[in-house]
């Protein structure tokens, strides 16, 4: 059966269908309202507490529920990546439209938005609402679509979907039928939606920080801060946290190291290694201390500052009267993204930080509203390429590098608040022309078993396992190919992140075969490619950008079909042409592969980039981006030594970017005063930035 999409408006017919993310007591009065409304519905839930099991369980022998209660794994499987019928790009495109609705159906209530710190930008405040309410847009169609994909596979048609669940928040604030004319949203009760508790902590927290004895402001020169990240500092990884540092010149000890980031422990080895280049370590959340506790740091600002904060809170709370649901949302954001950033501001002050280098890019950005007010500079480069505008990671940066006039024109689209764009080139280790060290070790172990046709495979972090099981089938059969698998991460592996039994034996029967190899994550994936014939992603795919960047063969594996989506006019691999640099069906290019090899010289451009493409990516094509990035920031810090202040500093390091690099390579705030360029928000007008170099 053909799975149905987010936006299909053919009706089904079927029983009416409850879906809940969390099954707890909060969900009996939705649940009775749906009976009411519907009559017997079937119930299906993600995660339960025991209360919310107990009251299904009476519901469905009291027969308001038609059958058993069932649970059914949280999964991303709406966003598969292997399967023509998924529904990835559609959500992108949903997110974007949602947005664009909901703040024009509220355009009132936003104008009257009054951010109670002055010194922070006010544009950066609106975008990062606009950014929130992309995030739960995002998460609550990705649970859309898991009901929708699930009853599909299970062949149980539907006449209704009801979603309830606390993403729901912002879902019935616009016109209905947005997700689709069969999906209904109830909005489930949340701590994390509560404005009474989060201003509750929150004058919990600010008390506590007005009680701690102030400490004085250090003494030092200005110094950058950088946000650990799962890299870590192994200058031999595909990128690590200090790659713009390593050559930049600027000493260690104006470096600080931080861990903020939910998930992201101050790991011993990462903090032996830091200290070992002389750079300072901070944790600034008590959760990721980890086993170094002993760099815990807690915010001490005063009373009097603490004080001031109290009033802002209270402002904001005041301002939501007689505004409802939207307004009160709105001030839980609000609430948040003021705690969050004053507390990054207090850790500037103190540590004199007046430069971040954060890969932060998702939820509100707290980085680039608390640098606002401490007049420091949040400096964001390009980690991973931008294929696409994507609302809920709209960059807020006062300093932005992306690669290249492709990565400028994403950032366009989605109405980036950056103040300064400046292309840098690649950011990844090797993805450049030029010899790789020790290719060699990969593919030797492959072609002493006989292999003479090596493919290097990359995967993404959303699901794949339909990708991975083709390729080891064939392997298998086919003596003459072997394979190095080239993860994103290893927790990314289909068979390590759910149970898939099956998967699992026939990985492990390529294994034992010695014509697979399993790579590490964090090497660089040029280097894979430069170790096998072809490369071949599934997606659009960094690792497969950075492998043809390097100047090897790479093709994208592209399932679900960007060019027939509402992101068409990004899918500017496309454009040299059908089953060239992106195939559609793997069957097609399994015999494309074989048919290269079997005939030579029957097909010399598959896989294959043309220059102006590459140089649309990456205009510099050198493998210096850090060195740029690096001497930027040492720019900017001469700036400031200079007594400049925070604004003229960064103009002045931007004129001496463009004076090294060109003026072509600096998109904003162009050296002779030029304005900003004007955001283009309809995606299909992408191509704002020449690829001149």
Same mark, same amino acid.
């Given at each position: 059966?053909?799975?149905?999409?987010?936006?299909?408006?053919?009706?089904?017919? /079927?029983?009416?269908?409850?879906?809940?993310?969390?099954?707890?007591?909060?969900? +009996?009065?939705?649940?009775?309202?749906?009976?009411l409304?519907?009559?017997?519905?079937?119930?299906?839930?993600?995660?339960?507490?025991?209360?919310?099991?107990?009251?299904?369980?009476? +519901?469905?022998?009291?027969?308001?529920?038609?059958?058993?209660?069932?649970?059914?794994?949280?999964?991303?499987?709406?966003?598969?990546?292997?399967?023509?019928?998924?529904?990835?790009?559609?959500?992108?495109?949903?997110?974007?439209?949602?947005?664009?609705?909901?703040?024009?159906?509220?355009?009132?209530?936003?104008?009257?938005?009054?951010?109670?710190?002055?010194?922070?930008?006010?544009?950066?405040?609106?975008?990062?609402?606009?950014?929130?309410?992309?995030?739960?847009?995002?998460?609550?169609l990705?649970?859309?679509?898991l009901?929708?994909y699930?009853?599909?596979?299970?062949?149980?048609?539907?006449?209704?979907?009801?979603?309830?669940?606390?993403?729901?928040?912002?879902a019935?604030?616009?016109?209905?039928?947005?997700?689709?004319?069969?999906?209904?949203f109830?909005?489930?009760?949340s701590?994390?939606?509560?404005?009474? +508790?989060?201003?509750?902590?929150?004058?919990?927290?600010?008390?506590?920080?007005?009680?701690?004895?102030?400490?004085?402001?250090?003494?030092?020169?200005?110094?950058?801060?950088?946000?650990?990240?799962?890299?870590?500092?192994?200058?031999?990884?595909?990128?690590?946290?200090?790659f713009?540092?390593?050559?930049?010149?600027?000493?260690?000890?104006?470096?600080?190291?931080?861990?903020?980031?939910?998930?992201?422990?101050?790991?011993r080895?990462?903090?032996?290694?830091? $200290?070992?280049?002389?750079?300072?370590?901070?944790?600034?959340?008590?959760? $990721?201390?980890?086993?170094?506790?002993?760099?815990?740091?807690?915010?001490?600002?005063?009373p009097?500052?603490s004080?001031?904060?109290?009033?802002?809170?209270?402002?904001?709370?005041?301002w939501t009267?007689?505004?409802?649901?939207?307004?009160?949302?709105?001030?839980?954001?609000?609430?948040?993204?003021?705690?969050?950033?004053?507390?990054?501001?207090?850790?500037?002050?103190?540590?004199?930080?007046?430069?971040?280098?954060?890969?932060?890019?998702?939820?509100?950005?707290y980085?680039?509203?608390?640098?606002?007010?401490?007049?420091?500079?949040?400096?964001?480069?390009?980690?991973?390429?931008?294929?696409?505008?994507?609302?809920?990671?709209?960059?807020?940066?006062?300093?932005?590098?992306?690669?290249?006039?492709?990565?400028?024109n994403?950032?366009?689209?989605?109405?980036?608040?950056?103040?300064?764009?400046?292309?840098?080139?690649?950011?990844?280790?090797?993805?450049?022309?030029?010899?790789?060290?020790?290719?060699?070790?990969?593919?030797?172990?492959?072609?002493?078993?006989?292999a003479?046709?090596?493919?290097?495979?990359?995967?993404?972090?959303?699901?794949?396992?339909?990708?991975?099981?083709?390729?080891?089938?064939?392997?298998?059969?086919?003596?003459?190919?072997?394979?190095?698998?080239?993860?994103?991460h290893?927790a990314?592996?289909?068979?390590v992140?759910?149970?898939?039994?099956?998967l699992?034996?026939?990985? $492990?029967?390529?294994?034992a075969?010695?014509?697979?190899?399993?790579?590490?994550?964090?090497?660089?994936?040029?280097?894979?490619?430069?170790?096998?014939?072809?490369?071949?992603?599934?997606?659009i795919?960094?690792?497969?950008?950075?492998?043809?960047?390097? /100047?090897?063969?790479?093709?994208?594996?592209?399932?679900?079909?960007?060019?027939?989506?509402? +992101?068409?006019?990004?899918?500017?691999?496309y454009?040299?042409?059908?089953?060239?640099?992106?195939?559609?069906?793997?069957?097609?290019?399994?015999?494309?592969?074989?048919?290269?090899?079997?005939?030579?010289?029957?097909?010399?451009?598959l896989?294959?980039?043309?220059?102006?493409?590459l140089?649309?990516?990456?205009?510099?094509?050198?493998?210096?981006?850090?060195?740029?990035?690096?001497?930027?920031?040492?720019?900017?810090?001469?700036?400031?030594d200079?007594?400049?202040?925070?604004?003229?500093?960064?103009?002045?390091?931007?004129?001496?970017?463009?004076?090294?690099?060109?003026?072509?390579?600096?998109?904003?705030?162009l050296?002779?005063?030029?304005?900003?360029?004007v955001?283009?928000?309809?995606?299909?007008?992408?191509?704002?930035?020449?690829s001149?170099?």
């Amino acid at each position: 059966m053909a799975r149905q999409n987010i936006q299909q408006q053919e009706k089904l017919d /079927g029983p009416v269908s409850v879906w809940v993310a969390h099954l707890s007591w909060v969900g +009996l009065l939705p649940l009775a309202a749906s009976f009411l409304r519907y009559g017997r519905f079937f119930l299906w839930y993600t995660s339960a507490d025991r209360a919310g099991l107990a009251i299904s369980l009476v +519901l469905w022998r009291v027969g308001i529920i038609a059958s058993k209660p069932r649970r059914v794994d949280l999964t991303s499987h709406g966003e598969r990546v292997d399967d023509p019928h998924s529904a990835s790009f559609q959500i992108q495109a949903m997110i974007t439209k949602f947005t664009d609705q909901f703040f024009a159906t509220h355009r009132g209530l936003f104008r009257e938005i009054i951010y109670p710190d002055a010194r922070v930008q006010h544009d950066r405040i609106t975008i990062n609402l606009r950014k929130a309410a992309a995030q739960v847009t995002y998460d609550l169609l990705v649970f859309v679509e898991l009901a929708r994909y699930w009853h599909q596979v299970e062949g149980i048609p539907v006449s209704r979907l009801v979603i309830l669940s606390p993403k729901a928040v912002l879902a019935n604030t616009v016109s209905p039928g947005w997700a689709g004319h069969d999906v209904e949203f109830g909005c489930l009760w949340s701590q994390h939606n509560s404005l009474v +508790l989060r201003f509750g902590r929150d004058v919990l927290l600010t008390i506590l920080a007005a009680v701690r004895p102030p400490r004085p402001r250090m003494q030092k020169p200005a110094a950058i801060a950088v946000g650990a990240s799962t890299t870590g500092l192994d200058r031999n990884n595909y990128f690590d946290d200090l790659f713009w540092w390593r050559d930049s010149g600027i000493p260690a000890e104006r470096v600080v190291l931080c861990f903020d980031q939910q998930g992201l422990p101050a790991r011993r080895e990462v903090v032996s290694e830091a $200290e070992r280049l002389g750079i300072r370590c901070v944790v600034l959340r008590p959760q $990721e201390s980890g086993d170094s506790p002993h760099l815990l740091w807690r915010a001490a600002p005063g009373p009097v500052i603490s004080m001031r904060r109290l009033w802002q809170k209270l402002q904001v709370c005041a301002w939501t009267a007689f505004r409802g649901s939207v307004g009160r949302w709105t001030a839980n954001q609000l609430l948040k993204l003021l705690s969050w950033a004053e507390v990054f501001e207090d850790f500037m002050v103190e540590f004199n930080v007046r430069g971040v280098l954060h890969t932060q890019d998702t939820d509100l950005d707290y980085i680039s509203v608390a640098c606002d007010a401490a007049r420091g500079a949040r400096i964001g480069f390009e980690w991973s390429n931008l294929h696409w505008p994507v609302a809920h990671r709209a960059r807020l940066h006062h300093v932005y590098f992306p690669w290249g006039p492709h990565g400028a024109n994403v950032l366009q689209a989605e109405e980036a608040c950056v103040d300064h764009v400046l292309m840098s080139g690649c950011t990844i280790a090797e993805a450049c022309p030029g010899p790789i060290r020790d290719g060699n070790q990969y593919r030797a172990p492959l072609v002493a078993r006989d292999a003479n046709r090596i493919l290097a495979l990359f995967d993404t972090s959303l699901p794949c396992e339909r990708f991975y099981e083709f390729f080891l089938q064939r392997v298998l059969k086919d003596t003459r190919w072997g394979l190095l698998i080239k993860p994103k991460h290893k927790a990314n592996l289909p068979w390590v992140r759910q149970r898939l039994p099956e998967l699992q034996a026939l990985y $492990e029967q390529a294994l034992a075969s010695g014509r697979v190899l399993m790579m590490d994550w964090r090497v660089s994936a040029a280097r894979a490619a430069a170790a096998a014939d072809f490369s071949v992603g599934v997606d659009i795919n960094s690792a497969t950008i950075i492998a043809a960047l390097a /100047g090897y063969r790479a093709i994208h594996l592209d399932y679900v079909r960007l060019h027939a989506s509402d +992101l068409s006019p990004w899918a500017h691999f496309y454009k040299a042409g059908p089953d060239r640099l992106v195939f559609e069906d793997p069957e097609k290019l399994w015999h494309r592969l074989n048919s290269y090899f079997d005939d030579p010289g029957c097909d010399p451009t598959l896989g294959v980039a043309d220059e102006h493409l590459l140089r649309m990516i990456d205009p510099f094509r050198d493998g210096q981006a850090s060195r740029r990035i690096g001497e930027y920031v040492r720019g900017y810090l001469d700036g400031l030594d200079d007594g400049l202040d925070r604004d003229l500093a960064l103009e002045q390091a931007t004129r001496r970017y463009a004076d090294k690099w060109g003026a072509e390579k600096v998109v904003r705030r162009l050296p002779d005063g030029t304005a900003p360029v004007v955001p283009n928000r309809e995606p299909s007008s992408p191509a704002v930035v020449s690829s001149s170099a």
